[in-house]
């Protein structure tokens, strides 16, 4: 019987572009088709998956600039500010951190995405304007070049049931 | 070049794709279109590499243990750190950004052991110390990346 890694490990890859994908899907793990339904909408009620789509390329659709903005903040105004911040369509991720002081003391972390240089810093000064005067001190740190990045994958080496 | 019908694909199917014999008849259906043409249009759109692939996305948290991490390293040594960084199927992001802190990278490993593990052995091998940053909690609920504000009427 297919494990739940097994059912991950063969959608991960991308589903296939053919009328019925699903079933094809089903048949390299000789599961029947509403099985594999069934165990997907499952596995999205865990949490496991978090959703299911496409996953664009932001860099070629245009989005070629990224900029890392990191915030330092009292401990008490972190919570309402991440909301803040996470509500923000400009904003992409946005977590709390833990700092290591002085050499580090953001404690949030805000991903800002932009076609341009301009549209970037137009979204930062937007955030700067909401968080006001609860920052003591940010930083933007833009990409300079990507040096690796694939997918979130199980791989071979993970075979607990995830 | 896109048209508008790229977009609302592009936009409005990160998240939602149907779970059912013929998902792309059914969003064929929602958009109006032949399901063999929304075919085409998602294979013209992945051979141009706009998008990276049509599947699952996956929780982090429920796979292992991960965690931002940034290193500072001098310049002339960036590339062979990175090499190093790259080499390990734990890391999956590693961007270089304009900082003090150069490099910045994800490791997602099996247990909490392995992520020091791997994180020790990356300082090790850079000679450089290691800000360790996992998350300690998510403000963003992920529903996809908004890509155009033109196409999110739906």
């Known amino acids: ?162 | 070049m896109l048209d508008e019908i790229d977009k609302k694909l592009l936009q409005h199917y990160q998240r939602g794709f149907p779970i059912l014999a013929r998902p792309y008849e059914e969003i064929g259906g929602q958009l109006g279109l032949p399901e063999n043409e929304v075919i085409e249009r998602f294979r013209r759109l992945s051979n141009e590499g706009l998008i990276s692939r049509i599947g699952p996305v996956l929780n982090h948290s429920l796979l292992g243990v991960s965690s931002l991490v940034a290193l500072a390293i001098p310049l002339d040594m960036i590339d062979s750190v990175a090499e190093i960084i790259n080499s390990y199927e734990e890391v999956n992001h590693n961007y270089l950004r304009e900082h003090y802190y150069n490099l910045w990278f994800v490791v997602t490993a099996r247990s909490a052991q392995r992520l020091d593990e791997v994180i020790r052995e990356i300082e090790d091998q850079s000679g450089a110390a290691a800000l360790i940053l996992p998350m300690e909690k998510n403000f963003h609920i992920d529903l996809g990346f908004k890509l155009w504000q033109s196409a999110q009427t739906s």
């Open chain 1, 1 to 162: 019987m297919a494990t739940d890694s097994d059912l991950i490990r063969a959608m991960q890859a991308g589903l296939p572009l053919c009328p019925e994908p699903y079933a094809e899907i089903a048949a390299r793990l000789d599961i029947d088709e509403l099985e594999l339904h069934r165990r997907v909408n499952q596995l999205m009620s865990t949490g496991t998956i978090r959703r299911i789509g496409l996953v664009p390329n932001h860099y070629k659709i245009g989005y070629r600039f990224n900029a890392m903005t990191v915030w330092a903040l009292n401990d008490e105004d972190v919570d309402e500010v991440g909301e803040l911040f996470g509500r923000q369509t400009s904003v992409s991720h946005c977590y709390k951190r833990p700092t290591y002081p002085p050499s580090w003391p953001y404690n949030l972390f805000a991903m800002v995405h932009g076609r341009t240089l301009d549209e970037v810093n137009q979204k930062v000064e937007s955030l700067k304007g909401l968080v006001g005067e609860r920052c003591k001190s940010t930083e933007v740190l833009f990409s300079e070049k990507i040096l690796k990045k694939t997918g979130l994958r199980l791989n071979s080496g993970r075979t607990e049931n995830a």
